[in-house]
């Protein structure tokens, strides 16, 4: 069963940094793209940073400049580093990817439990 667990949340100052880091295990053979979103109270989920398998990758507005996504396809890794962080910023991140399972000639979408990121003073 393939599993992805993001690490790394937690509490930071305004101007602060924090990385994410998210593992995607399980019986894989493929890893196509992989993205982060976050989500705030009361909002909807939005897309943050993509990253295909041959590193391309793409960021919203909000954090262009400011949050690089990177991966490590031979450890099913993508990381998220977060800098000049805001209190907007404060929401629940989570990782995504675009998966083919070893049972399985299809590629569907898995999704992390999420991790708490709280900017504050």
């Known amino acids: 069963q393939v599993q992805l667990v993001e690490s790394g949340g937690g509490l930071a100052q305004p101007g602060g940094s924090l990385r994410l880091s998210c593992k995607a295990s399980?019986?894989?053979?493929?890893?196509?793209?992989m993205r982060w979103y976050h989500q705030a109270p009361g909002k909807q989920r939005e897309l943050l940073a993509t990253?295909?398998?041959?590193?391309?990758?793409t960021y919203a507005d909000s954090v262009k400049g400011r949050f690089t996504i990177s991966r490590d396809n031979n450890k099913n890794t993508v990381d998220l580093q977060m800098n000049s962080l805001k209190p907007e910023d404060t929401a629940v991140y989570y990782c995504?990817?675009?998966?083919?399972?070893?049972?399985?000639?299809?590629?569907?979408?898995?999704w992390g439990q999420g991790t708490q990121v709280t900017v504050s003073s």
């Open positions: 995504n990817a675009d998966i083919r399972p070893t049972d399985s000639f299809l590629t569907r979408q898995y």
């Open positions: 399980g019986s894989i053979v493929t890893i196509a793209t």
């Open positions: 990253i295909t398998s041959g590193g391309g990758t």
